[in-house]
């Protein structure tokens, strides 16, 4: 897809590039056509659409992975909730016995405490873990996109004489 892109820019077939880009559903497409969409307004102004573009994708990604953390934060205080629990229930049946219990009397309550502790670190373990691996995974994609759509509107910066010629082509190109 980029390459695609780079060859129509470099061939000068804009109108092409364009509604070839229009259909894709990939980040980079919908980058790229918030840059090609701002030429009339020169550079600078398609270079920030299209790092405004990628941020509002990074965001609504990192949002949908958030909830990983969440529940990796959760974990732990829902396996303490267990083990409060499970040594309430222990220390009533020690009350209960008026000291003359039997080991096994609190095996059920410490039993229920240590799986709830365990429970929450699991969880909590994996979905931090899980967490980091796609958080990294959407800020590489991010990257990745922005940085091929900054790389080809280089090709509309204008020369050193002060022509935008690029630019002004794409503009004709753009309804």
Known sequence: EIEAVREMIENRRFK???DFIRVRKSMFADVMTAGLRHGRHGFEAMQEAAG???GAWSSRLFRRVEYLNIIGNLGP???LLGTVTGMIQAFT???STHGAYKPEDLAGGIG???VNTFLGLSVAIVSLGLF????NRVDAL???AHASVIDLLEYFRPAAAGTNTMTNAV?????
């Open 132 to 135: 980091g691996v796609c958080r």
């Open 16 to 18: 092409e590039c364009i």
């Open 142 to 144: 991010t990257v990745a």
């Open 52 to 54: 405004e573009r990628a």
């Open 171 to 175: 503009q004709g190109a753009i309804p």
């Open 77 to 79: 205080l829902m396996g």
């Open 112 to 114: 229920l405490a240590l």
């Open 93 to 95: 049946t020690m009350q």
